[in-house]
């Protein structure tokens, strides 16, 4: 019997011990949190709430105080919010403590906002008094218990804990095949302009970030699903200092349309997913700007300003604000919640110029007297416009950043890997020199005198860093074209397949702009650079419905070591509509890179290739020319090429609509001779565009600045 009581004492002490623990623990929580407190320049800003942990339901009640601790007051102090979205508020109420106004020197302003709900009740007493309920239900037991047992004698008692054991499931891994073809029910587009592609590789998702806030995702590079992020819904709160100081003009005033071509990239360095921001200004006022993230797919948050353009004149209102943030988290239903908020303000409304209010004085070592340099006027030499960032690491690990656009045209600079910002450390670029290299803008490695070229993005693949670059007008009949240049170093010099470098000394008429009403076709033309791909009509690729416009790509080596080229393609027959088109690449024995002829299926190059057999056959033959499309051009093509039939023959020889000869070295690699042309590629099978989707050969080749293309029709 003492032995029973005994047990039953240190029971109860027990259950006493984790009790108070809870209440401690408990109590403990209930401490105010140091999270809601944030200060800069002056300004501190205390977020506080009446609880931290809240009941679905109820209420939460926010205090705010701003306060001025300068020896000078503080003017237009304006805040925006982000309200959690599991709260519901009222949105006039937070609208009318937006606007702070001045601040005095040393004043305090308190605002407050509730959100919507029952009133926050504090349960701590109740559970407390619960919690000694139950000791002294328990204690009372054990009386009992003690008392029955002196008086009815030994009996047997069980007590018993229950525990559950959840069984983990075990998945096996079925060997099957792969899949050797797919359907149209496979594919699903989406409309993303000027997609910059991305992988993560924690998932193994793939996302396309693009401009107008849009993005996209997919696990196959085939079914593609629309993304959004906080890029589309805080955009005024993220670039608002920015576009206000610096892009504004009078005929473009609205930040929405003007988020052009971001780049996205992991930064090992940081550990944080960079994303590189065009804000495009009218009259080169433009800069590229720096968010991250610890997700990719966000929240981003605005981190700084990389390089600026167009520094001349002031901007409305030209006044150099600051920034704070503040945040205060609580414990909502069980999940953490938390609402932020930003305020801008500015302590003096000093005026400022452009050149001023960016960091150009400081690159090029200039006072605030000193006027820039002429050739930042010049769009001949250094007025670029500073949008389509592409960001890129070199094989040292060094990070670098391509920009630029028509006018001067495309420059790269280094940035910081621990900040991922620009390099002000690094000056190697040295001192002005033409079409070469600026000690702001950085190396000069494509374009200038308004030449068309925009959208560079640079690929690191086997050997060479490839730069790809878009000329034209992006419309449906803009003549929008991809070209390919190519280095061994990251900061160049690029040259095509013809040795031209990619860099103009003078403009060029044919690569330059043309009006979009003339009827010609020859613009845009450029002969600088591989033609990526052109307006086509072959053999498992749809008559009525033809690409036309393709443009403003990045690119990928894959984990597996597959390439692809991502861009954005307008259609002959769908007027303005977009969408975003996967081609796999391949490197042929020169070490150029081909693209295959149809979008991408799931394809695998052969090691082992194919036998003459297997190769010999009927094919649609179409070379990929420099002719644009344009619906008003007066030729019965208006620039879409269309294939020929050509007979590949066991013996090796070429013959029908062109003649010569092929033959195949190692792998899937292939030469062909055609008309006196050597071109170098690859034999790859993939499905067609058809909505039946067939298993095609095709082969792929490139020779001259030209890309060629084949497919099988018959054996």
Known sequence: MQKFTKRMIAFAACLVFVLSVTLTGFAASDLVREDGFSSYEGLEIRVTTDSDTYREGEAVSYTISFKNTNDYDLDNVTVSYKVPT???????SLKKIEKIGLIKSGEEITKTFTTEGEP???????????????????????????????????????????????AGSLSMGL???????????????VGVH????????????????????????????????SLSTNIASDYQELFGDIWDNYCITEENNDVS???????????????????????????????????????????YTYVDEVIFSGY??????????????????????????????????????????????????KVLGLSEDESLPARYNSTDQSKVNCIDPA????????????????????YQIKLDNETGLRDYDYTEYGDYVKDKA??????????????????PYILHAGDYYYLFLSLGNLEADGGYNMRLFRSESINGPYVDQNGNSAIYSAFDSKAGFVDISSSTTNKYNSTKGLKVMSSVKMAGKSDSHVEVAQGHNSALVDDDGKIYLVYHSRYNNTGESFDVRVHQMYINEDGWLVVSPYEYSGETLSTTGFTADKIAGTYDFVINGLEVYTSKATTANKGIYSAVSITLGADGTISGGATGTWKTTTGSNVELVIDGKTYKGVFVEQANELSTRDMTLTFTACGENTMVWGAKTSN
């Open 86 to 92: 599991n709260l519901e508020y009222d949105n006039l």
């Open 120 to 166: 926050h009740k504090d349960y701590l007493p109740i559970i407390i008094g619960g919690i000694v309920a139950a000791v002294v239900v328990v204690i009372l037991v054990i009386v009992i218990i003690v008392v029955m047992k002196k008086k009815k004698g030994r009996r047997t008692t069980a007590m018993m804990l229950v525990g559950a054991l959840l």
């Open 175 to 189: 060997a099957t095949d792969a899949k050797a073809e797919v359907t149209d029910a496979d594919f699903s587009k």
């Open 194 to 225: 000027d997609p910059s592609i991305v992988k993560d590789p924690t998932t193994g998702t793939y996302y396309i970030f693009g401009s107008h806030k849009a993005a996209a995702k997919s696990t196959d590079l085939l079914k593609w699903s």
């Open 257 to 299: 349309g003007n988020l052009w071509a971001p780049d996205v990239i992991w930064n090992e360095t940081m550990q944080k997913w960079c994303m590189y921001m065009s804000v495009n200004g009218n009259d080169w006022h433009s800069a590229i700007v720096l968010l991250t993230a610890d997700n990719i797919e966000g929240p």
């Open 312 to 361: 001349d004149g002031s901007a409305d209102p030209a006044v150099e604000k600051t920034r704070l943030k503040a945040s205060k988290k609580v414990d909502y239903a069980g999940t953490e919640t938390e609402l932020t908020l930003t305020a801008t303000y500015q302590p003096y409304t000093e005026t400022l110029t452009r050149a001023e209010y960016s960091d150009i004085k």
């Open 391 to 410: 960001v890129t690491y070199d094989e040292e690990g060094n990070l670098w950043m391509t920009y630029g656009s028509w006018s001067a045209g495309i």
């Open 438 to 455: 600026d000690p702001y803008l950085g190396y000069k490695i494509a374009g200038g005198y308004y030449n068309s070229g925009e959208g």
